[in-house]
Nanobody, 116 residues
Framework: QVQLVESGGGLVQAGGSLRLSCAASGLTLSTYAMGWFRQAPGKERVIVATISPSGRTTYYADSVKGRFTISRDNAKNTVYLQMNNLKPDDTAAFYC?????????WGQGTQVTVSS
């Protein structure tokens, strides 16, 4: 049974930092592309960042470039999202996704709230 469990969310002031973690079980993480997505209230879920199975290739949404960093530790079956200089507009539920071919798995999400 595949499980993705996000953690690290919380309430932070604007300009602060958080580090999200996504711990995977039931799959070999090193064979999956991983991504972080977010969904603000009343809005669609959108991509934040992705990382290739090897970790060599990353992608960032324009809104987070230079502030967020995605990384992975395949030995620990964990993916991270370091978020710096957080803004109120970053407030959302953050989800991690594992993707390989037609297979896709999602975590349950972790809430990030940034106060002004």
């Amino acid at each position: 049974q595949v499980q993705l469990v996000e953690s690290g969310g919380g309430l932070v002031q604007a300009g602060g930092s958080l580090r999200l973690s996504c711990a995977a079980s039931g799959l070999t993480l090193s064979t999956y592309a991983m991504g972080w997505f977010r969904q603000a209230p009343g809005k669609e879920r959108v991509i934040v960042a992705t990382i290739s199975p090897s970790g060599r290739t990353t992608y960032y949404a324009d809104s987070v470039k230079g502030r967020f960093t995605i990384s992975r530790d395949n030995a620990k079956n964990t993916v991270y999202l370091q978020m710096n200089n957080l803004k109120p507009d970053d407030t959302a539920a953050f989800y991690c996704r594992a993707q390989k071919g037609d297979y896709e798995y999602w975590g349950q999400g972790t809430q990030v709230t940034v106060s002004s």
